[in-house]
C-alpha cells in the first residue's frame, strides 16, 4: 500500500462502507487462503537442446529436450509460436476463423543446428537452444524471443514462466493497453492486470482499467506487434536501448514478460504501422462502428439528480446554441444503486424524458455495472441466482463482493449461458428510452481498504466450459461483459447499430465497442494523460475512446477546462464528466470567454462531423486509429517517434493542443510535405519543428497539402475542403457516408487533388475511370 492508498483508506474505513468493504477484503482473503493451494517448491525448466522437426502447413512443429514449440506462419506474414503444445486456440483475444496457412512456408533446417520458416514477408528462425527470431525478407532481425523458462509447483498446478526479448537498439515501445505514462512505454514495469486506480489518476499511475499483452514496436528496421495471447496477471519490464553502447557496440532494446500461469504463446505481425494495424485487426476483429451521433458532442455527469435538472443542462445547450448528442446517466438515476433500476421519485417518467429530447437530437445513454444486490426481491438477483448466474467459491457458493449497492453478487459472464440471460436485461433499458450503455466499475471492482479492489483469485469462473479461476478470468470479464451487452443489444435491436463502451477490456474488446479514460484527475498532467491513453489504446486496436473533459474530480481552472475541450473536439469519443463533487462541467459555467471559444470547438468538430464518420467507417474496414501518432506514415523519423503532445486525426490533419498553463505558443514538429495551419492558410514545410501561436481561443491545427476533407457545408451537407497540392505534387482524401443501418455496406468515395497552373483540379476516382468531382468543392491555401 503506497501512502495515497493509505490516506484513502483512513478517509474511507470509518464509513459504513468502508467497514463493509473492510469485511469484504477480509471474507476475499479468507476464501483464498483455502482456494489456492500454496505454490510450494518449485521446479525450473528450459527448453534444452533440439531434438527433432516435423513440418506442417504454415510451418511445422520442433521439439526440443524438454519442450516443443509450434511454428506457424500465416499467408498474410502474421507468425504464431506455441511452446509446451501452446494453440492458438482457445482464446478471448481472436475472432473468427484462425488465418489459413502460407501453403509457400515450409520449416526447412538452418544453420548450426535450428531451423527456419521463409515466407514472402517474413522468415523465423529457430536456435538450436530454442531462440526465435523474426526477420524481414531482408534479414534484418526486427526481434529476437530468448529461450523461455518456466517455473512448475513440485506438486502440481499452473506453471508461471518468463520470456526475454530483445529488438534493435533505437526500437521505441507502445502498447499494452491504456497506460497513462505516456503513448511511448519508457523504462519500467507494467503490471498486466486491469485496475480501478482506487479514484482519479494520474501519469505516474500504472496499472490502469484496460492493460494488454500487446507490444507495439517501432525502428528503423521495421514495425512489429507481438501480443503474448495470455490473459493471467503478469509484468512487462522495457528496456529501451542504446546505439554505440560500450566499445562502440549497440545495446539492444528488452522486453521481459513474466506471467503468472497459462499458455506462452505469442502472435507477431510485421509491416508498416497500417499493415500492422490491418492484421492486428483481422486477427482480433473489426471495430464495432459507433452510430454517427456517438460522433458528436456529449454531456455526462454523476449526479444530475433529477429529470428537471437534465432538462436544465440541455436546455442550457440549446439556448446558447451549442451541439449536443447525448446525455449520459449515472449511477444515482438508479433506485438505490441497484442495476437495471429507475429512482420514480427523481425521474418518474424516464421513457418520456427519453423521447422528448429525442425529438430535439438529444439521446440518453445509461451507465450499466455489472454487480448485483445480493438481496431477494431484487429482480435481477432473483432471475439469477436460482440459475447459477454468478461467480461461485470453490465450495460453490456465491462469491460476495462490496460495491455502490451494497453486497453484491458478480454475474459470470465467460459462461454463454450468462451472456444470453445479461444480454436480455438490457430490454429494460431500451424501453426506458436509452439509446446506448457504458460499462462502469467492471475490472470488476469489490471494494477495499488495502489491495486489489476485484475478486478472489480463487473464484470460479465457466471460461466458456474449460473451467478455472479468477487468475485467468480476471482481465477478460470486462471484455466478456461487452459480449453480453452488445450481443444482447444486437439481438434486441437488430436494425440498429449499438452503442456501447466500456471502463474496462482486453485484447478484442473494439469488437463490442469503445472505452474512455476513466476517472482522470483533474489538472495539467490529467490533460496530458488523456492524450496518451487515447494513442495508446488506439494501437492496440481500439480506436473509439477520449477522456472525461475536464477531469473527473476536482473543479478546473477556466484555462484548464478550455483547453481540455478544444483537445476533446478533436478525438474520436468527445464527453465532458466529473465526479458529484467535482463541480459542473458544462462550458457556461466557466465564463462568457470561455464559453465562446468552447463553442467555437464545438462548431468546428460539427463541421468536421463527416470527416468522423469517414474515419469510423476506415477504422472498421483497416483498423487504422482516428488518432495517429506523428510517425504513423513515417516510422522511420527517430524525431517523430519522440513526439508525445500532438497526433495526426486520419491522414489530413495534425492537432497540436495545448497542455501547459499560460502557454499562448507551442513548438510542433511536422512530418515530411507542406502543412497549412488551417486558421491563418499560411504553409510551412516539414520534416521540422515549427513555432506557432496558440492563442486561448484555439489550438493549432495543421492540414495536410493535397488533403481532401470531407466537411459539412452551411446548409448540413457534405462539401470537399481541399487543401492546395505543392507544385508537382497530388494528394487524396475518401468520402464514406453513414446511413446508420446495422448491415447495410458504405460506399467508399475516392478523390485526387493536383495541380494545374493556377487552380486545383479534384477528380474522383471510380472502378470506371476518373471523372470530375460532383460534390461541391472549397480549394484553401491557394496563393
Excluded at 522 to 528: A, D, H, S, Y
Amino acid at each position: 500500500m503506497n501512502g495515497r492508498e493509505l490516506l484513502r483508506s483512513v478517509k474511507t474505513f470509518g464509513t459504513v462502507r468502508g467497514l463493509r468493504s473492510a469485511r469484504s477484503a477480509w471474507r476475499r482473503r479468507r476464501t483464498d487462503s483455502w482456494g489456492l493451494p500454496p505454490r510450494g517448491a518449485e521446479r525450473a525448466r528450459v527448453p534444452g537442446p533440439v531434438v527433432s522437426a516435423e513440418p506442417l502447413p504454415g510451418g511445422g512443429t520442433v521439439r526440443f529436450a524438454r519442450s516443443e514449440l509450434l511454428v506457424r506462419v500465416a499467408a498474410g506474414g502474421t507468425v504464431f509460436w506455441g511452446w509446451d503444445g501452446a494453440a492458438p486456440e482457445p482464446s478471448y483475444a481472436l475472432a473468427g476463423d484462425l488465418p489459413e496457412p502460407d501453403p509457400r512456408a515450409v520449416l526447412e533446417p538452418d544453420k548450426d543446428g535450428g531451423w527456419r520458416v521463409v515466407s514472402k514477408r517474413v522468415t523465423v528462425t529457430v536456435s538450436r537452444h530454442g531462440a526465435v527470431e523474426i526477420r524481414t525478407p531482408g534479414g534484418v532481425v526486427l526481434r529476437r524471443d530468448l529461450p523461455p523458462r518456466w517455473w512448475e509447483p513440485v506438486a502440481g498446478g499452473p506453471a508461471r514462466w518468463l520470456q526475454r526479448s530483445e529488438v534493435a537498439a533505437d526500437a521505441r515501445f507502445f502498447g499494452l493497453g491504456g497506460r497513462s505514462s505516456g503513448a511511448r512505454l519508457r523504462d519500467g514495469t507494467y503490471r498486466l492486470w486491469n485496475t480501478d486506480p482506487r479514484g482519479s489518476f494520474g501519469p505516474g499511475d500504472d496499472p490502469l482499467y484496460i492493460t494488454m499483452p500487446v507490444q507495439l514496436v517501432v525502428a528503423d528496421a521495421g514495425t512489429h506487434l507481438a501480443f503474448h495471447d495470455n490473459s493471467w496477471d503478469g509484468r512487462v519490464t522495457l528496456r529501451e536501448g542504446e546505439e554505440g553502447a560500450g566499445s562502440g557496440h549497440d545495446r539492444p532494446g528488452t522486453s521481459e514478460v513474466r506471467i503468472g500461469g497459462g499458455p506462452l504463446r505469442c502472435w507477431v505481425v510485421v509491416g508498416p504501422p497500417a499493415r500492422v494495424l490491418r492484421g492486428w485487426t483481422a486477427l482480433t476483429g473489426a471495430p464495432a462502428l459507433p452510430p454517427s451521433w456517438a460522433l458528436g458532442p456529449q454531456h455526462a455527469r454523476w449526479g444530475f439528480g433529477s429529470e428537471r435538472e437534465v432538462r436544465r443542462v440541455v436546455a442550457g445547450y440549446r439556448e446558447r446554441g451549442l451541439p449536443l448528442s447525448a446525455l449520459h446517466l449515472d449511477i444515482d438515476h438508479y433506485d438505490a444503486h441497484q442495476v437495471f433500476t429507475v429512482d420514480r421519485e427523481r425521474f418518474p417518467d424516464l421513457p418520456g424524458l427519453a423521447k422528448e429530447l429525442r425529438a430535439d437530437g438529444v439521446r440518453l445513454v445509461s451507465i450499466v455495472d455489472p454487480a448485483v444486490k445480493a438481496a431477494p426481491g431484487n429482480a435481477v438477483y432473483d432471475s439469477g441466482a436460482p440459475a447459477g448466474m454468478f461467480v461461485r467459491d470453490a465450495r460453490g457458493r456465491d462469491v460476495r463482493g462490496e460495491v455502490w449497492p451494497g453486497e453484491c453478487v458478480y454475474p459470470d459472464f465467460t459462461d454463454p449461458r450468462v451472456r444470453e440471460w445479461w444480454g436480455g436485461l438490457y430490454e429494460e433499458r431500451l424501453a426506458q428510452g436509452f439509446s446506448g450503455v457504458w460499462h462502469d466499475m467492471n475490472e470488476p471492482v469489490s471494494f477495499a481498504p488495502f489491495g486489489d479492489m476485484t475478486l478472489p483469485r480463487s473464484a470460479r469462473h465457466s471460461l466458456e466450459g474449460r473451467g478455472g479461476d479468477h487468475r485467468e478470468a480476471h482481465n477478460v470479464y470486462a471484455l466478456a461483459m461487452a459480449r453480453a451487452g452488445y450481443e444482447g443489444l444486437r439481438r434486441l435491436r437488430p436494425d440498429e447499430r449499438p452503442f456501447l463502451f466500456s471502463r474496462s477490456g482486453w485484447a478484442g474488446m473494439q469488437r463490442y465497442g469503445g472505452t474512455w479514460s476513466g476517472d482522470v484527475s483533474t489538472g495539467w498532467p490529467g490533460l496530458r494523460a488523456s492524450l496518451s491513453l487515447v494513442l495508446g489504446l488506439g494501437l492496440c486496436g481500439v480506436p473509439y475512446s477520449g477522456p472525461d473533459v475536464g477531469g473527473f474530480d476536482g473543479s478546473p481552472s477556466p484555462e484548464l477546462f478550455l483547453r481540455w475541450f478544444q483537445l476533446g473536439a478533436y478525438l474520436p469519443l468527445f464527453r465532458t464528466h466529473a465526479a458529484i463533487d467535482a463541480g459542473r462541467r458544462e462550458p457556461w459555467e466557466f465564463g462568457p470567454q470561455v464559453l465562446g471559444h468552447a463553442k467555437a470547438a464545438m462548431l468546428e468538430r460539427e463541421r468536421l462531423r463527416p470527416y468522423f464518420v469517414t474515419l469510423a467507417q476506415l477504422a472498421r474496414l483497416t483498423g487504422a486509429p482516428y488518432v495517429r501518432p506523428l510517425w504513423w506514415g513515417a516510422p522511420g523519423d527517430r524525431a517523430l517517434r519522440d513526439c508525445e503532445d500532438a497526433f495526426l486525426l486520419g491522414d489530413a490533419l495534425l492537432v497540436a493542443p495545448v497542455m501547459e498553463r499560460g502557454a499562448d505558443r507551442r513548438a510542433v514538429r511536422l512530418p515530411r510535405g507542406r502543412w497549412y495551419d488551417t486558421m491563418s492558410g499560411e504553409a510551412y514545410e516539414g520534416p521540422g519543428q515549427v513555432l506557432l501561436d496558440a492563442p486561448l481561443c484555439r489550438i493549432p491545427v495543421l492540414a495536410r497539402a493535397g488533403a481532401v476533407i470531407p466537411v459539412r457545408d452551411v446548409d448540413g451537407g457534405i462539401e470537399l475542403e481541399v487543401w492546395a497540392p505543392a507544385r508537382g505534387r497530388t494528394g487524396s482524401g475518401l468520402v464514406i457516408e453513414d446511413s446508420d443501418s446495422a448491415s447495410e455496406q458504405p460506399e467508399v468515395e475516392r478523390y485526387t487533388s493536383r495541380a494545374a497552373g493556377d487552380r486545383v483540379v479534384v477528380e474522383r476516382v471510380t472502378p470506371d475511370g476518373v471523372m470530375k468531382a460532383a460534390r461541391p468543392v472549397r480549394v484553401r491555401g491557394l496563393v
